[in-house]
C-alpha cells in the first residue's frame, strides 16, 4: 500500500479508537485544579518539550489555568544539566518552584520514561515528585507499559497499533488532545482569534 495511504488510515485509526473516558478524566482533573487555584506544569522532552511551551499557552490563555513549562528557561535547564545532571532537571525545578499537592503535572512522552532502560529518568523523577507530594499527574503517551502511563493519575495512551510509526503518532496525537482539552467549555474561557471574528 501506499506509504502516505497507510499513514493515514492509522491516523484514522488511532481517532476511533481514542479512550473517551480516559480524556474525560483528565479534563475533569483540570477543571478541579482550576476550581483550586492550581497550577499546571507541562513537562516533556524533544518535540515533547516543544509541545509543552505551546500547550502552556492554550492553557493560560484560552482556559486561564496558571501554566508553566521548565524547557522554556534554556538557561536554567542547561545550568542544571551542566551542575547536577539531565536526571533531575525537572524534580529539582519543581522544587524550586514550590509545587505541592494543589499542583498538576502534565506530561508529553512517546514512551513515558522506563526506569530499568534509563530512558527519560527525569520525567519519572519529576512523576515520583508529584506522587510524593500527593499532587495529580496527567500524561499523554503512545506506549501503555512506560512510567508515566502506570504510574500517572490520569493516564491517556495513544492506541497505536503499528509499533514501527510510534514516535509520530503519539507527538501528533499529543497535539490534537491538548487542543481538544482546551477547546472543552468545561475548561475554555477565551475565544481564539479566528473564531471571534468570523
Same mark, same amino acid.
Given at each position: 500500500?501506499?506509504?502516505? @495511504?497507510?499513514?493515514?488510515?492509522?491516523?484514522?485509526?488511532?481517532?476511533?479508537?481514542?479512550?473517551?473516558?480516559?480524556?474525560?478524566? $483528565?479534563?475533569? !482533573?483540570?477543571?478541579? &485544579?482550576?476550581?483550586? *487555584?492550581?497550577?499546571?506544569?507541562?513537562? %516533556?522532552? *524533544? %518535540?515533547?518539550?516543544?509541545?509543552?511551551?505551546?500547550?502552556?499557552?492554550?492553557?493560560? @490563555?484560552?482556559? %486561564?489555568?496558571?501554566?508553566?513549562?521548565?524547557?522554556? /528557561?534554556?538557561?536554567?535547564?542547561?545550568?542544571?544539566?551542566?551542575?547536577?545532571?539531565?536526571? !533531575?532537571?525537572?524534580?529539582?525545578?519543581?522544587?524550586?518552584?514550590?509545587?505541592?499537592? !494543589?499542583?498538576?503535572? &502534565? #506530561?508529553?512522552?512517546?514512551?513515558?520514561? /522506563?526506569?530499568?532502560?534509563?530512558?527519560?529518568?527525569? &520525567?519519572?523523577? $519529576?512523576?515520583?515528585?508529584?506522587?510524593? &507530594? *500527593?499532587?495529580?499527574?496527567?500524561?499523554?503517551?503512545?506506549?501503555?507499559?512506560?512510567?508515566?502511563?502506570?504510574?500517572?493519575? $490520569?493516564?491517556?495512551?495513544?492506541? #497505536?497499533?503499528?509499533?514501527?510509526?510510534?514516535?509520530?503518532?503519539?507527538?501528533?496525537? $499529543?497535539?490534537?488532545?491538548?487542543?481538544?482539552?482546551?477547546?472543552?467549555?468545561?475548561?475554555?474561557?477565551?475565544?481564539?482569534?479566528?473564531?471571534?471574528? !468570523?
Amino acid at each position: 500500500m501506499n506509504f502516505t @495511504k497507510q499513514f493515514l488510515i492509522e491516523t484514522e485509526n488511532i481517532c476511533r479508537n481514542l479512550n473517551i473516558e480516559q480524556i474525560d478524566f $483528565a479534563i475533569e !482533573t483540570l477543571k478541579n &485544579l482550576k476550581l483550586n *487555584g492550581g497550577r499546571l506544569f507541562i513537562l %516533556g522532552c *524533544g %518535540g515533547s518539550a516543544g509541545h509543552a511551551s505551546h500547550a502552556v499557552n492554550d492553557f493560560r @490563555k484560552i482556559c %486561564g489555568i496558571e501554566a508553566y513549562c521548565p524547557t522554556d /528557561n534554556v538557561s536554567e535547564l542547561t545550568a542544571r544539566v551542566n551542575d547536577e545532571g539531565w536526571d !533531575t532537571v525537572f524534580s529539582e525545578w519543581l522544587k524550586i518552584s514550590k509545587f505541592k499537592k !494543589t499542583d498538576c503535572l &502534565l #506530561i508529553f512522552s512517546v514512551g513515558g520514561g /522506563n526506569e530499568e532502560k534509563q530512558v527519560s529518568v527525569n &520525567l519519572i523523577k $519529576a512523576l515520583k515528585l508529584s506522587a510524593e &507530594l *500527593g499532587a495529580q499527574s496527567i500524561c499523554v503517551v503512545g506506549k501503555p507499559d512506560g512510567y508515566s502511563a502506570k504510574n500517572c493519575n $490520569a493516564p491517556i495512551i495513544v492506541p #497505536i497499533d503499528n509499533a514501527n510509526h510510534t514516535t509520530p503518532h503519539a507527538e501528533a496525537f $499529543a497535539a490534537v488532545i491538548w487542543h481538544l482539552i482546551v477547546t472543552h467549555p468545561d475548561l475554555k474561557v477565551s475565544q481564539t482569534k479566528w473564531e471571534s471574528i !468570523t
